[in-house]
């Protein structure tokens, strides 16, 4: 006798997307001075940088708290991560807040780049927000290092926008994020609330306890196919 199966023992349920925060900094837990910095809490600092805030009289407005000034006093500098940790076969999604130097000076050169710490296979890769399309190439990419250096010349009166990339892992590792100028004039691009999450996608409960049944009643089914000994 032919068992079929219930159509909802099989269909798969709309799955639920886990959200992890890997890494966070909108530089508030910085104590603004209104000269350069040598030490960031998640980040190594090569050349000058400032922290600067509204409060600052440096003409600053669109900082909401404490943002990192990339050209701080007296020349260029650049701010590298800490290695972040990722997993494979999760979406990471980065975001980060640029504007211009917001004192109408420049333009100013920004600069981005994502190093890996091991050979990385990537899929779906693209960007998104402010981020230059033509810069841009998405699809899927085998053994990087690196995802390139992003560029762009910023005139100082841009505003804050945010800037995204997303891509998936097919191995586990680390990755470290690194943002400069080569602005050279004390005043640089204003950079804000960086963000690195994760999204593993789960099954719902509900969809662990249908496939559960469908199981048993494969199982069931096979069992009553089963010819019965002499």
């Given at each position: 006798m032919r068992v079929l199966l219930p159509l909802a023992a099989l269909a798969p349920a709309t799955p639920a997307a886990a959200v992890t925060t890997l890494f966070e900094d909108d530089f508030n837990a910085?104590?603004?001075?209104?000269?350069?910095?040598?030490?960031?809490?998640?980040?190594?600092?090569a050349g000058n940088?400032?922290?600067?805030?509204?409060?600052?009289?440096?003409?600053?407005?669109?900082?909401?708290?404490?943002?990192v000034d990339l050209d701080g006093t007296t020349g260029p500098g650049r701010i590298t991560s800490i290695p972040i940790a990722f997993t494979a076969g999760q979406l990471l999604?980065?975001?980060?807040?640029?504007?211009?130097?917001?004192?109408?000076?420049?333009?100013?050169?920004?600069l981005f780049t994502v190093t890996f710490g091991q050979p990385t296979d990537i899929t779906g890769f693209k960007g998104f927000g402010a981020i230059d399309m033509s810069q841009v190439t998405p699809g899927d990419y085998t053994g990087l290092l690196s995802l390139g250096t992003y560029g762009e010349s910023?005139?100082?009166?841009?505003?804050?926008?945010t800037y995204g990339l997303r891509w998936t892992p097919q191995n586990s590792g680390t990755m470290q994020l690194s943002?400069?100028?080569?602005?050279?004039?004390?005043?640089?691009?204003?950079?804000?609330?960086?963000?690195?999450?994760?999204?593993?996608?789960?099954?719902?409960?509900?969809?662990?306890?249908?496939?559960i049944a469908g199981f048993g009643l494969v199982g069931a089914a096979a069992r009553r196919r089963r010819p019965a000994h002499a």
């Amino acid at each position: 006798m032919r068992v079929l199966l219930p159509l909802a023992a099989l269909a798969p349920a709309t799955p639920a997307a886990a959200v992890t925060t890997l890494f966070e900094d909108d530089f508030n837990a910085e104590h603004p001075r209104l000269a350069k910095t040598s030490a960031l809490a998640k980040w190594t600092v090569a050349g000058n940088v400032d922290l600067v805030a509204e409060i600052n009289p440096f003409g600053i407005t669109q900082c909401p708290g404490v943002c990192v000034d990339l050209d701080g006093t007296t020349g260029p500098g650049r701010i590298t991560s800490i290695p972040i940790a990722f997993t494979a076969g999760q979406l990471l999604t980065l975001t980060f807040d640029v504007s211009g130097n917001q004192r109408n000076a420049g333009p100013d050169d920004f600069l981005f780049t994502v190093t890996f710490g091991q050979p990385t296979d990537i899929t779906g890769f693209k960007g998104f927000g402010a981020i230059d399309m033509s810069q841009v190439t998405p699809g899927d990419y085998t053994g990087l290092l690196s995802l390139g250096t992003y560029g762009e010349s910023l005139p100082g009166s841009r505003a804050l926008r945010t800037y995204g990339l997303r891509w998936t892992p097919q191995n586990s590792g680390t990755m470290q994020l690194s943002f400069s100028t080569t602005s050279a004039d004390n005043i640089g691009p204003i950079l804000d609330n960086v963000l690195v999450a994760q999204t593993a996608v789960i099954p719902e409960p509900a969809s662990w306890a249908m496939l559960i049944a469908g199981f048993g009643l494969v199982g069931a089914a096979a069992r009553r196919r089963r010819p019965a000994h002499a």
